[in-house]
């Protein structure tokens, strides 16, 4: 299994800046798709950004041009830079990552335990 443990939240004023780490560790073959996701109160979790293994990005709308995606495949361990930050982005921010416990496993989502990301006005 793999544990997903993520670091970084915090409390930022608009237009501030802060980032998001999160390590995986344990035994497993292969790691694919990692990310983030947000949920806010009273609503639905929702995609923040999400990388491949070989680099592929995917970045929710309301993110692209303020939020960067990083990894480092070496580490297990992305990383989520936010830059200008709105009172909007606060949420919960959750860490996934798509892996494989064996090469012959089928691939299978964990999350981290959630990162609480606030942006005052």
């Known amino acids: 299994q793999v544990q997903l443990v993520e670091s970084g939240g915090g409390l930022v004023q608009a237009g501030g800046s802060l980032r998001l780490s999160c390590a995986a560790s344990?035994?497993?073959?292969?790691?694919?798709?990692m990310g983030w996701y947000r949920q806010a109160p009273g609503k639905q979790r929702e995609l923040v950004a999400v990388m491949s293994k070989s680099g592929t990005t995917n970045y929710a709308e309301s993110v692209k041009g303020r939020f960067t995606i990083s990894r480092d495949n070496a580490k297990n361990t992305v990383y989520l830079q936010m830059n200008s930050l709105k009172p909007e982005d606060t949420a919960v921010y959750y860490c996934?990552?798509?892996?494989?416990?064996?090469?012959?496993?089928?691939?299978?989502?964990?999350w981290g335990q959630g990162t609480q990301v606030t942006v005052s006005s």
């Open positions: 996934k990552a798509d892996f494989k416990q064996y090469y012959y496993s089928d691939y299978v989502t964990n």
């Open positions: 344990g035994r497993f073959f292969n790691i694919n798709v």
